[in-house]
């Protein structure tokens, strides 16, 4: 029951705030999602105390003759992404407390509708459902970003709805290829997860080939992987922050998600066979990426394309289909979530007391408030994997898993490592330090409600940097369960 | 068998309303007639299965009925739709030739003769002609109808001969007869049979408007009034589909090797040209056209995997209402933006409509969304369906073409929305409709996200 509120309350808390007004909104919408974490908080603890507990499942017939239920659940996995949702929408509406947005009854009831589909993506046990959820998640961040993006984002959100819509579309057809081999001894077909991983392995080397490239697509695009990834740059850049760190903090997951829950044990054959040409990729993409975000002078392109290479190491380490790799990939999904989204919230600040994000316009910003120079950089060293904070835990992990596949393309992995820091350091070396450049002259202290995020979000670097085993022996659980299914 | 019985009586009723002036009484007279054969249809639901009328001329079927319950419940909601239609000239006129069409198609629902299938074609096809033709100072429109009138003459010869070498091969208009001497003789039947399928093929393919046979689609959606463009991409279409699919699910099934091939080329053909051609379009009105031969495309999928049974036909079912119920919410709206734009209903005349009329814009973005097959939006569920019957099958091609080419079918769709809450009005003024017309589309739009949520009701009609 209680999985199913976590559902139901965004949903319902999303229709009441389209029907207010002004403020209110803001501050119903940021109530509502308090109320939310409070709900998983209460579903975590739920879970350590007892894992099969019968309030963290759902299942109800949806259309009975296609076999298509309303399954949801919680598990280890699902339930560290709930978290990660319900932890973070409250600091995206929190953040947005300085933006003056026309109509802020849509734009807050947009983020709350999405962020019932985002949980209902983490926590789906029925294929169908999964889909339908991923796709819905995509209406409230398509308007999102098409009301409240910057110049020349109708074409732009125009081209990211394409790029994800047709890879869901293919990823139906992959699940859809699943679901019709299911059921050959009973002569029912179901679309539940378990029966879905029976059929999938069922399938010889080819067909399992059709339906991981299918599947994979979907998720490449969502993450993104490189070539997948050319809706990604504009699209962030032309978002709205709130809708940036929509994209980035939760949607992103949901590509990686995907792979961990509904690809891997599907496909098993079909990763043995393709698993290298994916990685591959990946890895590629890590290197493209840092090296273009090198050169960028857009602060927020360059976390973009940051993400990028963040997210290739994760698909990477997830594909290296080992217990490390894919712990990893979990851990350093939470630690990246919560990044960049603090990332992207200090590219918020600059372009609003500065009046740029152009890296060469600024300069020595440390000078006018050394105090948000700390939050910056520990939130930019969490992001770089420093010792002690949040992303070192996954990044060891996954260059480990990586290595465990293969030396050589761990070799290459790590280099993201060594990129990283250099354009986080050079980056904040140029904004933050060096000579006073006219545009800092401006820049007067924070306003409570960034403050207040910035807070959060480094105490939470570093805290689960020292002491990470909550969320570790979670991931470590939830990956034992998958790895059960690859055998 | 009731419900027909009621339509056509309020056809005759109609025309002699003019004569004895209860012209006033005629519309709300109409949507009873209309709701009371709906109802009627329950009564004889599973009572009569199988119960042929007319010497064997028309079968009631619990097929039959569903297919009736989409053309009367979509009849019901078009006649709101179209109240301005029957206010000035002509009126009486206008009821019959409706109603009649009407008649036609659901007839075209019930045929188990060729016959009857070749009446009830005339009966829905003539009055659509000259309804096509009804704003009669209209060049457009009157171009329109004489396109059609002529195209659709051109179908109607090719089904007459169709029938003709097919009652030769075999001896028999009755369905049945043909399916039973198609299943005994199906090594020996002669080749004029053959041609005689594909004759009747290509006539049927006329009238859903595939290609390469949709030419005159595009000018006679656009030519037409609105809110008779609404009647021919809804009611006609799925009366069309009710027949093909009988003819061809049913009747031929047998010789799906020879129609089978045809088809998918046909299918391959409309999804590329449609979605192309209307991705290029600037009036709504002619996009909506393209996209209608991309949905008829998508419901000859349905057909093209025949050995899915009823599974079929539920997704057929399905897909007609849903493609129905999307297109007169999507219809209403740019009924009423072209009239304030003097008749056009060009992309520009949309922009800006979330401000002028919030209620329209949230309306037409859903159906949009339906259109373009979002969940949970009705539409997305009925291309489901069509995917699902046909993957596995050696059509798997087509899934991968339907997929990229509705890609593009997202593009054209969005057009319309991002031109109504991102481009700013042409004028400031908000837009004013008629009462009964937000209650339509609330009803439409309520429908499809119903439809989306519980498709149980429809898919598991039959059992």
Redesign the interface.
Known sequence: MLVGLLIIVPLIAGLLVFGTKGKASRNIALGFSLVEFALSIVAFFQYKHNPASADLVLNCT?????GIHFAVGLDALSMLLVLLTTFLIPLIILSSFKNEYEKPNSFYGLILIMQMALVGVFTANDGFLF??FW??A??PIY?IC??WGGEN??AIT?KF??YT??GS??M??GL??V??HTGFETGIKSWAIADLYQAGRSLDVNQQSFVFWCIFLAFGIKMPIFPLHTWQPDTYVNAPTQGTMLLSGIMLKMGTFGLIKWLLPLTPLAMEKWGGVAIGLSVFGIIYASCIAIVQKDYKRLIAYSSIAHVGLIAAGILSCTQQGIQGGVMQMLAHGVNVVGLFLIADILLRHTGTRDIDKLGGIRSMNGNFAVLFLIIMLGSVALPLTNGFVGEFLLINGVYQYSAVTAGFAALTVVLGAVYMLRSYQSIMLGERKDSAIAFGSLVGSDKLVLYIICFVIVAFGVYPAPLNDLAEEGTKLIMQNLK | MKGRLIISGLGILAMLAEIFKFKKVLYPLVLIGILAAYALGFTEWNANYNIEMFSNMIRFDNVALAFSGVILATAFFWFILANDYFEKDHVTDHFALVLFALVGALMLTAFSNMTTLFLGIEILSIPMYVLAASRKRDLASNEAGFKYLIMGSFASGFLLFGIALIYGATGSFDLMAIRAYISHNGADLPAFFYAGVLLVLVAMLFKVSAAPFHFWAPDVYEGSPTVITALMSTIVKTAAFAAFMRLFLVTFGGVNETWGIVLAVVIALSLVVSNITAATQQSVKRMLAYSSISHAAFMLMAILANNRGMASVSAILYYSLAYSIGSIAAFTVVYHVSKQESGSSNIEAFNGLAKRHPLMAVCMTVAM?SLAG???TSG?FAK?FV??LL??TSYNWL??LA??T??VG??YY?KVI?AM??KAPAKEDGITIDSSHVVLLLLTTLFTIALGLV??FV??IFG
């Open positions: 949806w259309v009975e003759s296609l889909y339908v796709e819905l995509l209406i308007f098409l009301l984002r109708g125009f709805f394409v819509l047709l579309l293919f139906l057809v859809i290829y679901y019709s | 969304l979002i969940p949970v997305f489901y995917f699902s993957i596995g899934i991968i997929i990229l509705s890609a997202v593009y969005f991002i809450y991102f498709p149980n898919i598991e």
